[in-house]
């Protein structure tokens, strides 16, 4: 198996290991993750499609889609956390 194969695999593998994990580091690795795997894909349709292979290319681009709607999910995932306080009223200050 090759190593762009063995990555392929094990980035699975590590996502699997953060489904429960709600930690800012868990949600930034797994935009990552996500990234990752759409760039890869995306590489991937760009090569089949340069060889002639349409098919390959197409079936390549849904898979990079897909990764890029888990990531644009799971940088919704990481805004939602990162709202920032609200700021103080001046309720009960004298003027």
């Known amino acids: 198996m090759s190593d762009a194969a ?11 290991h953060l489904e429960s994990d709600t930690s800012e580091e868990a ?13 890869y894909m995306q ?3 760009d ?6 292979l349409t098919t390959e290319g ?11 709607l ?3 999910e799971a940088t919704d ?3 939602d956390s990162q709202t920032p306080p609200t ?3 001046d309720e009960g200050q004298q003027s």
Do not use: V
């Not at 063995?6 to 699997?16: M, T, V």
């Open 6 to 16: 063995k990555a392929w695999d094990q980035s699975f593998i590590e996502l699997a």
């Open 27 to 39: 949600k930034h690795r797994r935009l990552s993750i996500y990234t990752g795997q759409a760039e």
């Open 43 to 45: 590489g991937l349709a």
């Open 47 to 52: 090569a089949a499609w340069g060889a002639g």
């Open 58 to 68: 197409d079936a390549f681009k849904a898979l990079s889609d897909s990764c890029w």
């Open 70 to 72: 888990d990531a644009m």
């Open 77 to 79: 995932d990481l805004n």
């Open 87 to 89: 700021p103080p009223t």
